[in-house]
């Protein structure tokens, strides 16, 4: 119950971000080369983009779950170098931004760690006249140590851009 009502009240502030007017100091655009959001899925929880040009960023996601397995925690961190294809796809005058990438990942849990490697792909989308950007991601994540495992990740998100 408490997550469907933090759910409910993120999706509302983010609807109310939506509607208001473009943000701009000093003359700068709305979409900011910064974006912090959330990322609902496997793994759900807060993610941080950073663009490094109009091709390539860098992406982190941190998500936890307090309540794992036999009353214990687990923590999954994950970062990425992603490259981008701008303009790729256009739907009338909408641009979507297709990408792939490569990163690394730790989950931390209460029996131990694993850490691993992952190749990330899936598709943005910035408004243009909001500092909003949706992205749909899904990642092949190869775990390495203690062991080899294969595993999928991926999810819907949304960042503010700033």
């Known amino acids: 119950m408490k997550r469907l009502l933090a759910l409910t009240i993120m999706l509302s502030s983010l609807s109310v ?41 860098l ?17 999954m961190l994950q970062g990425n170098y992603e490259i981008a294809f701008p303009g790729m796809i256009a739907i009338e005058t909408a641009l979507f931004t297709p990408f792939v990438g490569a990163g690394a990942l730790v989950q931390l849990y209460d029996g131990g760690a694993n850490f691993g490697v ?8 910035r408004f243009t006249n909001v500092p909003l950007e949706l992205f749909l991601e899904a990642g092949l994540d190869i ?4 062991g080899f495992t294969l595993d999928m990740s991926g999810g819907l998100g949304a960042r503010y851009r700033f």
Do not use: H, N
């Open 143 to 146: 775990y390495l140590l203690p």
């Open 59 to 75: 992406d982190f996601k941190a998500a936890w779950d307090l309540a794992a397995g036999q009353g214990g925690y687990s923590i």
């Open 17 to 57: 971000a939506a509607m208001a007017e473009p943000i701009q100091l000093a003359g700068q655009p709305a979409d900011g080369p910064m974006g912090i959001g959330i990322f609902l899925g496997q793994p759900t929880g807060v993610t941080f983009e950073m663009d490094l040009s109009k091709a390539t960023w």
């Open 118 to 125: 992952r190749v990330p792909g899936g598709v943005s989308y």
